[in-house]
C-alpha cells in the first residue's frame, strides 16, 4: 500500500493520514462516505436507503504514472481515494475478490468508481483522461474500485495487500 487517506466532509479530495480505521460494514472511520447506506450525495437524493457498496475507495497509483504523463498534476488522495496501491491490478479483479489490507482488515470489492464531474472541477480534461475506449468502443473506466468493509482494522502506508479471489465463475467489475 502507499497511501491511505480520509476526509470528514464531502470534498473531492482526502487528506492523507498516517493510518486509517477500517469499521466493518461501515467503511473508513470518521470518513464522510463512512455508513450502512449510501453517502455520496447524488445517489442520495435519489434514494437514500440505497446500500453503500462504496464504502472504500481503492486507487491504483499507476494511474497518476500515466496522469502525470499527460500532464496532468496528481497524487495519493488527489483523487477522493482511501487507499492508493502499486502493482496490484485493481481494474482487473472480479466482483467478490477479497482484499486483505495489513493485519487484519479484509475488503470485498464491489465494482467500479464511476467518475463524475467534480473530477472535471479538480482539473480541466480528467474526466476524459480517466475514461478509456476499447476497440470496440466499451467505456472504460480507470477512476478505481469501490468495495466494503468485512472486517475492521488498522491501515498504513507500506502495509501489505493480499487478494483473494471468489470461486468462479467471476462477475467483471461493473459501475456501482
Not at 467503511?27 to 453517502?39: F, L, M, Q, R, Y
Not at 470489492?109 to 475514461?131: F, K
Not at 466494503?148 to 482494522?153: D, P, R, S, T, W
Request: with cysteine; charged share 20%; glycine share 14%.
Amino acid at each position: 500500500m502507499r497511501a491511505v487517506a480520509a476526509h470528514g466532509l464531502h470534498g473531492f479530495s482526502k487528506p492523507l493520514q498516517q493510518e486509517i480505521r477500517l469499521l466493518a460494514g461501515l467503511g473508513v472511520e470518521g470518513d464522510a462516505h463512512c455508513g450502512t447506506t449510501v453517502k455520496h450525495r447524488s445517489r442520495v437524493a435519489v434514494d437514500p436507503t440505497q446500500p453503500n457498496l462504496r464504502q472504500v475507495h481503492l486507487l491504483h497509483a499507476e494511474l497518476f504514472d500515466e496522469l502525470m504523463a499527460r500532464g496532468f498534476t496528481v497524487g495519493p488522495g488527489n483523487l477522493g481515494e482511501n487507499v492508493t496501491t502499486r502493482g496490484l491490478d485493481l481494474l482487473g479483479l472480479p466482483v467478490g475478490a477479497k482484499l486483505y489490507l495489513g493485519a487484519e482488515a479484509v475488503v470485498e470489492v464491489t465494482g467500479l468508481r464511476n467518475p463524475c464531474s467534480q473530477i472535471e472541477a479538480y482539473q480541466t480534461g480528467l474526466l476524459a483522461a480517466v475514461l478509456d475506449r476499447t476497440a470496440d468502443g466499451t467505456l472504460v473506466r480507470k477512476a478505481g474500485i469501490m468495495g466494503i468493509v468485512l472486517e475492521g482494522g488498522i491501515v498504513r502506508p507500506g502495509d501489505a495487500v493480499r487478494v483473494g479471489l471468489p470461486d468462479g465463475p467471476w462477475r467483471k467489475l461493473d459501475r456501482v
